[in-house]
Structure formats: structure tokens, C-alpha cells
């Protein structure tokens, strides 16, 4: 009895907000992943479903993790469908295509080669918060359905069909020239395929899948990763550069001219294109996102809505809002097409969905005019992402805090996700992540004096309430 709560209480932090992921065979073991399963499993059974979809991205450890969840699963009586090592997208897809509603990547997304995870979907919910802890509190109690008749596991090919039903989705007014770095992740089972098919001429960078991610880390968040398709643009004759995340469910952008073009940018993109046939439909980004992004979807007929970070709770806000919803994206590079597509984070469909509106330009040596309706979308003078270290547990704690006792002037304030406070000329954001011991902070303003004036404010309103805490911003 000693020797199983050890190995409980070990798991307990692999247990995240949005999903659960670890460093493989320390906390994210192989047994630990077949109790998870078995949990998952029995959790599936219960509710009263037959079969779960499983698929991984193209880490070192996914086929072996891949083999102890299922091993569990089937355990609870569930059957497991495997479709191999496909972007997390395609497992999302496949939940869809053969009606499941439940599967679950395994996938380390943009971490560190030594970690991998698992991203879960139950009857068509993403799961999240208490869905996950609540996993960890049936291994503990030993709450766990062992069935007479075990599930089975069989095989399925469905990568063909997920390209062809994005082949049959999406169409360019002309062919384009692009370069496309996969990150070595596994985007590279599928995107040269599907740009090449939608007539494209593909400059590849690092697009075989390599779990030991030899070039660059696999994060197109990160400006650092975007270097190598920024001179790749300036050398070749490509008009625009498509980044995919190490399981390909993010999309990072890059100009002609070596601009990044964020998330919340593209979102505008993206918007405006949806809105002209979609009048009044909602558009939900989150609270990380560009000030100039709400007023934008309102002057295109849109109805804009800030919801919480992250993808599990985006896509449950998309299930809630439901069809009135045409479009969701997040600063991170999670972005939502619930319009033509499924409402599942895709950066392949959302590539091809930018290429179809950029084709629409007409071709040039110089890329100029594609150049230009990416350059010419609204943007502020922003900051990164900034992380402030605080003690484990303590940031909702100053969030509310923050919320309470510091007061702003003339400012709207929104409280969906944290404090955002909007200005006449910017926005500050504080919030507590969801994953890690920060708070995690983003300042917008029109100019280099109206970005100061926020931070400060923000920085003099965190040392009041948290004097110990290392503000350096």
C-alpha cells in the first residue's frame, strides 16, 4: 500500500490546468500514464462511451506512452482507436470525423524534448481544472472500472481523410510561394502536403519530424524560433512564412520584410474575412489580445467577447456560445475556425485559411501587396509576455488583491481573466498563470509614453500589495 501512494503522490504534479505533462519516465512514467488511462477510461464508461481516439506527436517517448494509455483504457472496457503519430489537430478531427467526441494527443507541444502530455477530450468536452485533478482523485481512491471484457485497440489511417477534407475546405485564388518551418515537430507529417496540394511552391525548413528537435525549439511565440524563416524570406523568393508548434495545434506568421505578424493580429485577418458573411456572429479572443482587436471586429459587423486563456477553456466557451460563434483566437497562437471548420485550435487549417485570403492579391517579386494587408492590420506599441516569479499558489491570491485595493481612473476595467485594464490610448494586464508559479503580465499603448505610463502604474500597484515581490518591468 506504501509503495502505490508514493507513486500517487509523484503524479499529483503532472496534473495541470489545461492538461497533464511531465518529464518522461521522472514524473510522467509509464505506469503513471496507464493509470491515467485506466482513469480515463473509467471515467469514458461511466458516462457511456464506447470508444476513445488516440494519437501522438512525433516525440522520442510518444509510442511507448502511446501503448500504456491504451493498455489502461481498454482495461475500463473502452476501445481505442490509434491513429499513429499525426498533429494534434488531426486527433481533434478525428474525435469528429468518426464521432467519438472523445481522444486523447499525446503530445509535449512546444516543451523541452525530455517532456511529453496528454491533451483530453470526453464526449466532446475538452477537459480542464477540476476534470483533470479529478482524474488524480480516482487513481488515488482506486476508483477504477476494471471491466470483464477488456476494449480493443485497432488501427486507423486517418490522415488522408483530414487532409482531404481540408483540401475540399479550402481553395486559393492563385498559387502562392511559401516557406514553412515545422520545427522538426510533427506538422511535418502533413503540412508541405497540404501546401504543395493547394498549389503552392513550399521553401521547407526543418519539416522532418525529429523528436530530439536539432535546430530550434519548436515555439513560434517565441521571436528567437522565427529567425531562420525570417532569413529564409530575405533570401528566397517566398511571400509569406508559415511556423507550426511541435504539435502543430499553433500557428506563428512572418513577412516579406521580416515582420511577425502575432496571433492577435491574424485574428483580425481572420475576423474581418468571416464577418463579411457572417454579420453580428461573435468573435471570442482572449485576454492577452491587442486593444485595437475589439473595435475592429465591432467596425466589421462582429460581436467581440474576452474570454479566459487557454485552449481547453476557449473551446468550451465556443461549445457554450455554440454556432453564433464563427471564430476564436488566442495571443498564443491557438486560433479557432468554427465557421467552415470544427471549432478545434488547427495552425495547418489556419495556415491554409491565411494563404486562401493572401492569394487573393496578385503575385510579385516582391511580395508587396500580400506584405502589406498583413503589415497594414492595426497594432500598438506592445510588450512581450512579461513573468513575475511568485511563490507557488500565491498569484491568484495578489491578483485579487490587485483587483481589490488598486484603483485606475478613466479606464474600463475587465475582470474575466485576471485584471485587464483598458485605457483611452492602451491596456495593462495582470493574471496568474495556470501552469506555472507566475503572474504573468502584457502592457499595449499607442506610444512609447502611454506604454510607461501603464506599466507604471501597474508596477507602483503591485508593490503596494506584494512588496516583496520582484518587479523589475
Not at 48 to 76: K, P, W, Y
Not at 182 to 191: I, K, L, S, T
Not at 246 to 253: C, E, N, W
Amino acid at each position: 500500500m506504501m509503495h502505490s501512494m508514493t507513486e500517487n503522490m509523484m503524479i499529483k504534479s503532472i496534473f495541470k490546468a489545461y492538461d497533464i505533462r511531465g518529464v518522461v519516465d521522472e514524473t510522467l512514467t509509464e505506469q503513471a500514464v496507464r493509470q491515467i488511462g485506466h482513469a480515463l477510461g473509467t471515467e469514458a464508461q461511466q458516462r457511456g462511451l464506447t470508444d476513445m481516439v488516440l494519437g501522438r506527436d512525433g516525440r522520442l517517448s510518444g509510442e511507448r506512452l502511446l501503448n500504456a494509455l491504451a493498455q489502461g483504457i481498454v482495461l475500463a472496457g473502452v476501445n481505442v482507436i490509434d491513429v499513429g503519430m499525426v498533429p494534434t489537430p488531426v486527433v481533434y478531427f478525428a474525435t469528429k470525423h468518426l464521432q467519438t467526441g472523445s481522444g486523447v494527443a499525446v503530445t509535449g507541444s512546444h516543451n523541452p524534448p525530455e517532456y511529453n502530455g496528454l491533451k483530453m477530450m470526453l464526449g466532446g468536452d475538452t477537459l480542464y481544472g477540476d476534470m483533470i485533478s479529478g482524474l488524480y482523485e480516482r487513481i488515488v481512491k482506486g476508483d477504477l472500472h476494471t471491466a470483464q471484457q477488456h476494449g480493443v485497440i485497432k488501427t486507423l489511417d486517418i490522415l488522408p481523410v483530414f487532409l482531404e477534407a481540408l483540401l475540399q475546405d479550402v481553395k486559393l485564388a492563385r498559387p502562392m510561394k511559401i516557406a514553412v518551418d515545422c520545427g522538426n515537430g510533427v506538422g511535418g507529417v502533413a503540412a508541405v502536403e497540404i501546401f504543395k496540394r493547394l498549389g503552392c511552391e513550399v521553401t521547407e525548413l526543418f519539416c522532418d519530424v525529429d523528436g530530439h528537435f536539432p535546430n530550434h525549439h519548436p515555439d513560434p511565440a517565441d521571436p528567437h524560433n522565427l529567425v531562420d524563416l525570417q532569413n529564409i524570406l530575405r533570401t528566397t523568393d517566398a511571400e509569406v512564412g508559415l511556423a507550426f508548434d511541435g504539435d502543430a495545434d499553433r500557428l506563428g506568421v512572418v513577412t516579406k520584410d521580416g515582420q511577425i505578424i502575432y496571433p492577435d493580429r491574424l485574428s483580425m485577418l481572420f475576423a474581418q474575412d468571416i464577418l463579411q458573411s457572417h454579420q453580428g456572429a461573435t468573435v471570442i479572443f482572449d485576454a492577452k489580445c491587442s486593444a485595437h482587436l475589439a473595435p475592429w471586429i465591432r467596425q466589421h459587423g462582429g460581436t467581440p467577447l474576452m474570454w479566459k486563456t487557454g485552449h481547453s477553456l476557449m473551446k468550451a466557451k465556443l461549445r457554450e456560445v455554440g454556432a453564433a460563434a464563427v471564430f476564436a483566437g488566442e495571443m498564443s497562437g491557438h486560433l479557432y475556425f468554427n465557421d467552415r471548420w470544427s471549432g478545434f485550435d488547427d495552425g495547418l487549417y489556419a495556415g491554409a485559411r491565411l494563404l486562401e485570403i493572401l492569394s487573393r492579391q496578385p503575385q510579385s517579386t516582391d511580395a508587396k501587396e500580400v506584405t502589406r494587408v498583413l503589415n497594414e492590420l492595426p497594432q500598438g506599441i506592445s510588450t512581450p509576455e512579461i513573468n513575475v516569479k511568485v511563490k507557488e499558489g500565491e498569484g491568484p491570491h495578489i491578483v485579487e488583491l490587485f483587483k481589490t485595493h488598486i484603483k485606475f481612473d478613466n479606464a474600463q476595467v475587465n475582470t474575466v481573466d485576471g485584471l485587464r485594464v483598458d485605457f483611452s490610448d492602451g491596456f495593462g494586464l495582470v493574471r496568474s498563470s495556470n501552469t506555472t508559479p507566475v503572474l504573468v503580465l502584457r502592457f499595449e499603448a499607442n506610444d512609447e509614453a502611454g506604454l510607461e505610463r501603464i506599466k507604471a502604474q501597474f508596477r507602483t500597484g503591485l508593490q503596494r500589495i506584494a512588496p516583496d515581490l520582484n518587479v523589475t518591468f
